[in-house]
């Protein structure tokens, strides 16, 4: 069902928008790297839909833009897994020593791709690249889910969130282990089942971010005493 690749993608746009509309109501001065990849996303399906349609799906720009801007993505999530964590730390006792290393995570995360992986800034550099980050995310993704049962007053909203996140960080390391072993004409299919993913911690998100129905409950008046 080929046509599905092109269904989620929809699907994600505009669960993007809607996530974009949900966290400018105020969510987004807790959780602004959320913001900066959802705009990111679009911009990023902007640009591809562009190369796509003036040079081709083989084309070298295609080709490069779909692979960086993947780097990109998979870096801001990563980012997301760092920033959550952090904030997280700071509430609970068990995890405040990991918090101190986080940016030294962060660094390392940076770096090693430029030693481990050559020649740089080629197909098989994003990819790996792309592969070690997600995989990184998706480990301390695990951390902070540990991290947030464990405290007493658990962030129903953090909860949901970190859900999306690790839906989305997790697709994104399966997708890339499957590619390894399709052939090039069932390149769909983990396109596809990483499109779905997407949608799935999109929705999530959407849901996590979604305006409060709560109402107070209206006051009752006491009965006046007839005698």
């Known amino acids: 069902m080929p046509y599905l690749s092109y269904v989620f993608p929809a699907a994600a746009i505009l669960l993007q928008l809607g996530l974009i509309v949900l966290l400018a109501r105020g969510p987004f001065r807790t959780y602004p790297v959320i913001l900066i990849y959802s705009l990111t996303y679009i911009g990023v399906m902007v640009l591809e839909g562009l190369a796509l349609t003036q040079a081709g799906v083989e084309s070298g720009l295609y080709r490069y833009l779909y692979w960086s801007s993947d780097l990109v993505l998979d870096f801001l999530l990563f980012l997301m897994v760092i920033t959550l964590m952090y904030r997280v730390a700071g509430t609970n006792t068990l995890f405040r020593p990991f918090g ?42 695990l951390l902070l889910w540990t991290a947030i049962i464990s405290t007493r007053d658990r962030d129903p909203q953090l909860l949901l969130v970190s859900a999306g996140l690790g839906v989305a960080v997790t697709g994104v390391a399966i997708t890339y282990g499957l590619l390894q072993f399709t052939s090039a004409n069932l390149r ?40």
Do not use: E
């Open 188 to 227: 769909w299919l983990p396109d596809l089942f990483k499109s779905l993913t997407q949608v799935v911690s999109m929705a999530i998100w959407c849901w996590a971010f979604r305006p409060s129905t709560k109402t107070s409950a209206p006051l009752i008046q006491p009965v006046p005493d007839p005698s």
């Open 100 to 141: 101190r290393m986080l940016f030294l995570v962060l660094a390392v995360a940076v770096v090693l791709p430029f030693i481990l992986y050559h020649p740089l800034f080629q197909f098989g550099w994003f990819r790996h690249t792309s592969q070690l980050l997600s995989l990184g995310a998706a480990v301390l993704n």
